[in-house]
């Protein structure tokens, strides 16, 4: 991903349980941009340095567990759309 943004990093990574191709933690906090997030349904740990990373980069990391959209009718189309996107831009 470093190599295709000129080593700027992506403002936006989305990655969900159906992922073909799995990338390390480092990878993904590395490939992040200055204020990036990363979106995950995943659990994970992350080690001190990727963490001294994030805030280096002021990036963020968020948790999106699909059932919480459902419990929330009004944002159940915001999910549907952020989904569809996801899915029909980035190919994996």
Same mark, same amino acid.
């Given at each position: 991903?470093? =190599? +295709? @943004?000129?080593?700027?990093?992506?403002?936006?990574?989305? !990655?969900?349980?159906? *992922?073909?191709? *799995?990338? @390390?933690?480092?990878?993904?906090? %590395?490939?992040? $941009?200055? &204020?990036?997030?990363?979106?995950?349904?995943? !659990?994970? =740990?992350?080690?001190?340095?990727?963490?001294?990373?994030?805030?280096?980069?002021?990036? @963020?990391?968020? &948790?999106?567990? *699909?059932?919480?959209?459902?419990? *929330?009718? +009004? =944002? =159940?189309? #915001?999910?549907? #759309?952020?989904? %569809? $996107? !996801? %899915? $029909?831009? &980035?190919?994996?």
């Amino acid at each position: 991903m470093l =190599q +295709a @943004t000129n080593d700027l990093g992506v403002d936006y990574i989305l !990655e969900d349980e159906y *992922s073909c191709i *799995s990338y @390390t933690k480092h990878d993904m906090v %590395h490939c992040l $941009a200055p &204020f990036g997030t990363w979106v995950t349904s995943s !659990e994970l =740990q992350l080690d001190p340095p990727d963490s001294v990373l994030l805030k280096l980069k002021s990036a @963020t990391i968020s &948790f999106m567990w *699909s059932q919480t959209w459902v419990l *929330s009718s +009004a =944002q =159940q189309g #915001r999910f549907m #759309r952020m989904y %569809h $996107a !996801e %899915h $029909a831009v &980035f190919v994996w």
